[in-house]
């Protein structure tokens, strides 16, 4: 009764908020003490999907087999064990990692582990060779001002190299910093918000958004953001990039 059949989600056809009311779990086979809460998908009208994944309340295990997905995941919380074919990596808060198609593993964490994973079918170029797989933290990645706006500072998780066909980047801003204008573009966006709030416009409407909400972006959708309150603002984001429509 606390909410009263209400919630700030809203799904259009272009775009969706997914407040974390709304989040409803999922469990699937291979998985062990591991749940996931499928934020997009194509069910929605997106070509990627972007989960939340905890763990608990004991160690946890998310098997992922080989098959023509790829996956950039980022650890919002706590460490994350990656189990591969012939090694295994350790991954902390603000860790990240891309994960090329055909490649099967396994991701293990406890009660503290908080991960969104975007995942997709990898686009091949056939004059190109596949992506190769990364690792690295967040927090060793340099901020550089967007446009030149020390206020409004974007940080490169993955190599800008065509043989990607994604990115995932984290945008800051400082209060009362904003996009600097109306982006209508191709690329498509999966966003989660990691901290502060603001207000974000996509198309027509106006949406306040905070730490925990997600949002997607088809196509062409008009977005704007600003940062508001005393706290930065802070977001992840995937986009898809290098291919000719």
């Not at 295994?88 to 406890?110: A, R, V, Y």
């Not at 945008?171 to 600097?180: E, K, M, N, R, S």
């Not at 974000?200 to 062409?220: C, K, N, Q």
Request: charged share 15%; glycine share 6%; with cysteine.
């Amino acid at each position: 009764m606390t909410h009263f059949g209400q919630t700030r989600t809203v799904i259009s056809r272009r775009h969706a908020l997914i407040a974390p009311d709304s989040h409803v779990p999922s469990a699937f086979p291979g998985w062990e003490n591991a749940t996931a809460f499928v934020i997009l998908s194509p069910a929605i009208g997106a070509n990627l999907t972007q989960m939340l994944v905890s763990f608990g309340p004991v160690e946890g295990r998310a098997a992922f087999p080989s098959d023509i997905h790829e996956h950039a995941i980022y650890v919002e919380a706590g460490e994350c064990r990656v189990e591969l074919t012939e090694k295994s990596l350790q991954l902390l808060t603000t860790g990240f990692i891309f994960i090329p198609n055909d490649t099967p593993f396994t991701l293990h964490g406890n009660a503290t582990t908080r991960l969104t994973i975007f995942r997709k079918v990898f686009e091949m170029d056939p004059d190109l060779k596949a992506p190769p797989m990364i690792h690295g933290q967040a927090s060793d990645i340099p901020s550089e001002p967007f446009l030149g706006n020390p206020r409004a500072l974007l940080q490169t998780l993955l190599p800008i190299d065509p043989r990607y066909d994604l990115a995932m980047n984290i945008f800051t801003y400082q209060p009362g910093a904003t996009l600097p204008f109306v982006e209508t573009h191709i690329m498509e966006h999966g966003l989660l918000m990691l901290s502060g709030q603001g207000l974000y416009r996509l198309e027509e409407s106006y949406y306040p958004v905070a730490a925990g909400d997600a949002i997607w972006m088809a196509p062409y959708c008009p977005q704007w953001f600003v940062a508001v309150g005393d706290e930065p603002a802070s977001y992840l984001y995937y986009k898809d990039v290098h291919r000719l429509p």
